[in-house]
């Protein structure tokens, strides 16, 4: 069997959660003799193997149109025919109507089946001013009444989606978040000054941003202002970005808030090596209670004690003072609390970072589910 995916970024893996979680699917699939190649747009040409799975770009410029343009779909068609032609399943996580339906076309024309990964709620979240809701809720009934009916078969990464996912498809597979680590050293060098990590950009309805904010101003005033919080990309809609310096200047945080942009993988391994905890905040919202945050698959392997929402499907696998500090969604206070105990109290500490790591070992290593991806993709 021939399967050829398409990453929505740029391959090998970088900063991309989609990228990481396609790679450890991928990997599966090839540890249990299937033949799989990735394919991803750029502009320049590229070709190797990284990790045993060949990967090959497509020269083509990936517009981010609000919609896409008839003329795009066509050429998007004409590149990705030869690909979809030669496999027997085209795997893929995009996620916009349009481009489903064009590869959709393809491989109805050529006869190859496709396999879709649904990773949130389509159009749950505003990403544009000009994103309506009326809008956003037109696409998702078209989404669910008219196009995933029509792909071979869907693989849904939480409780939530799968059960919304077999209303309209009976061909569905839950696979949870996945990590290619089953476990990774760390040798922190116990700085003078502890720091929380967020890596990744900001979002205030995904991460509620604003109540990280919050709770570590409220934990460093408790620790005398021994606390740092260290973001990687300084990017977000212009709003949050106007809050969070607006923020730091009335609390006069500038010397405890830290934005280092993007870094390379040894840079932020360094950052993962030394932070003494992350905060996954989550609030109640029809993102969060569809989705599953990947970034937890780097977290849990290194031993970093998290404090997690009781939100969706986090509160499948996390509970509190057990594998994490568990906390209600935007709630600063406990967020706080959280904090300051994660720092102050090793045996807690120690408790719930070497508990999540069995926890990633035991459900969210890629290797326990070689036979269950092999199984549906035969299927």
């Given at each position: 069997?021939?399967?050829?995916?398409?990453?929505?970024?740029?391959?090998?893996?970088?900063?991309?959660?989609?990228?990481?979680?396609?790679?450890?699917?991928?990997?599966?699939?090839?540890?249990?003799?299937?033949?799989?190649?990735?394919?991803?747009?750029?502009?320049?040409?590229?070709?190797?193997?990284?990790?045993?799975?060949?990967?090959?770009?497509?020269?083509?410029?990936?517009?981010?149109?609000?919609?896409?343009?008839?003329?795009?779909?066509?050429?998007?068609?004409?590149?990705?025919?030869?690909?979809?032609?030669?496999?027997?399943?085209?795997?893929?996580?995009?996620?916009?109507?349009?481009?489903?339906?064009?590869?959709?076309?393809?491989?109805?024309?050529?006869?190859?089946?496709?396999?879709?990964?649904?990773?949130?709620?389509?159009?749950?979240?505003?990403?544009?001013?000009?994103?309506?809701?009326?809008?956003?809720?037109?696409?998702?009934?078209l989404f669910f009444q008219y196009v995933?009916?029509?792909?071979?078969?869907?693989?849904?990464?939480?409780?939530?989606?799968?059960?919304?996912?077999?209303?309209?498809?009976?061909?569905?597979?839950?696979?949870?978040?996945?990590?290619?680590?089953?476990?990774?050293?760390?040798?922190?060098?116990?700085?003078?000054?502890?720091?929380?990590?967020?890596?990744?950009?900001?979002?205030?309805?995904?991460?509620?941003?604003?109540?990280?904010?919050?709770?570590?101003?409220?934990?460093?005033?408790?620790?005398?202002?021994?606390?740092?919080?260290?973001?990687?990309?300084?990017?977000?809609?212009?709003?949050?970005?106007?809050?969070?310096?607006?923020?730091?200047?009335?609390?006069?945080?500038?010397?405890?808030?830290?934005?280092?942009?993007?870094?390379?993988?040894?840079?932020l391994n360094l950052l993962y090596n030394?932070?003494?905890?992350?905060?996954?905040?989550?609030?109640?919202?029809?993102?969060?209670?569809?989705?599953?945050?990947?970034?937890?698959?780097?977290?849990?392997?290194?031993?970093?004690?998290?404090?997690v929402s009781n939100t969706g499907e986090?509160?499948?696998?996390?509970?509190?003072?057990?594998?994490?500090?568990?906390?209600?969604?935007?709630?600063?206070?406990?967020?706080?609390?959280?904090?300051?105990?994660?720092?102050?109290?090793?045996?807690?500490?120690?408790?719930?970072?070497?508990?999540?790591?069995?926890?990633?070992?035991?459900?969210?290593?890629?290797?326990?589910?070689?036979?269950?991806?092999?199984?549906?993709?035969?299927?």
């Amino acid at each position: 069997m021939r399967i050829n995916a398409l990453s929505t970024s740029a391959y090998p893996p970088e900063h991309s959660p989609m990228s990481h979680r396609l790679h450890c699917y991928l990997l599966a699939l090839k540890e249990s003799g299937r033949n799989v190649k990735v394919y991803f747009f750029s502009e320049k040409k590229l070709k190797g193997e990284y990790e045993g799975i060949l990967y090959e770009s497509i020269i083509f410029k990936y517009s981010n149109n609000f919609i896409n343009p008839p003329q795009y779909l066509k050429k998007l068609k004409e590149v990705l025919l030869p690909i979809v032609k030669e496999c027997d399943i085209f795997f893929h996580s995009e996620d916009r109507i349009s481009t489903i339906l064009a590869i959709q076309h393809i491989a109805d024309y050529v006869n190859t089946k496709t396999i879709v990964e649904l990773n949130e709620y389509p159009y749950g979240f505003k990403t544009r001013r000009l994103d309506f809701y009326l809008f956003r809720w037109l696409k998702q009934v078209l989404f669910f009444q008219y196009v995933i009916k029509k792909v071979g078969g869907v693989i849904v990464i939480s409780k939530g989606l799968e059960s919304l996912a077999l209303k309209y498809n009976r061909n569905i597979l839950r696979i949870p978040i996945l990590t290619k680590y089953f476990e990774i050293n760390r040798n922190p060098s116990n700085s003078e000054i502890p720091f929380i990590l967020h890596a990744g950009a900001l979002s205030e309805n995904k991460d509620g941003i604003k109540g990280v904010f919050e709770a570590f101003n409220l934990a460093q005033k408790q620790l005398n202002g021994k606390l740092h919080l260290i973001f990687t990309i300084k990017k977000g809609l212009p709003s949050l970005m106007k809050w969070i310096e607006e923020f730091i200047e009335k609390n006069q945080l500038n010397d405890k808030i830290f934005f280092k942009g993007v870094l390379n993988q040894l840079d932020l391994n360094l950052l993962y090596n030394d932070c003494s905890l992350a905060i996954l905040n989550k609030p109640d919202n029809k993102q969060n209670r569809y989705n599953f945050p990947t970034k937890l698959t780097e977290l849990l392997p290194r031993r970093i004690p998290v404090i997690v929402s009781n939100t969706g499907e986090l509160n499948e696998y996390f509970q509190n003072n057990m594998n994490s500090i568990m906390v209600v969604g935007n709630d600063k206070i406990a967020i706080s609390k959280g904090i300051i105990q994660i720092i102050n109290d090793r045996k807690v500490t120690d408790k719930i970072s070497n508990n999540a790591l069995l926890l990633s070992q035991n459900t969210f290593y890629y290797k326990i589910y070689i036979n269950a991806l092999n199984d549906f993709f035969k299927k």
